[in-house]
């Protein structure tokens, strides 16, 4: 995947995995907590269900509206991006979010940020578990 210029260094995508990761204040995440966040709309929805199925309504609704502003945009030329690495991983069973995600950030030029087991070796990926 081809990389761009970083548009901020101190700029970094958050799949579902780090934004769970600093809503319960980690302390491998503490190191990230300055950075600027972006994140996808399906980001926020996976940070969603996941806060309504474990933590309940009023919680789930409070990140959702803390996070919202950090959704961004995704080109077109990015879900092309996305599903194509998508299918040259579909051994791995990568969801959709994650694809898109990976692909946005390296559109933008933006580490990766995840505790994700599946991303562990992949490039412009910052793991954390």
Do not use: W
């Not at 769970?20 to 190191?31: K, T």
């Not at 694809?99 to 599946?118: M, N, R």
């Amino acid at each position: 995947m081809a990389m761009r210029k970083p548009m901020n260094l101190n700029v970094l995508f958050a799949d579902t995995y780090a934004l769970i990761e600093f809503i319960l204040e980690s302390q491998a995440y503490e190191d990230f907590i300055h950075y600027d966040l972006v994140l996808t709309q399906f980001n926020l929805a996976e940070l969603h269900y996941n806060l309504l199925r474990e933590s309940g309504k009023e919680i789930a609704e409070y990140y959702f509206e803390l996070y919202k502003n950090l959704a961004i945009a995704i080109p077109r030329s990015v879900l092309k991006i996305a599903m194509q690495f998508k299918l040259n991983y579909r051994h791995e069973k990568l969801s959709y979010a994650d694809c898109i995600g990976y692909a946005l950030a390296g559109h933008l030029g933006v580490p990766f940020l995840t505790g994700d087991q599946k991303f562990q070796d992949k490039t412009n990926v910052i793991f954390v578990k």
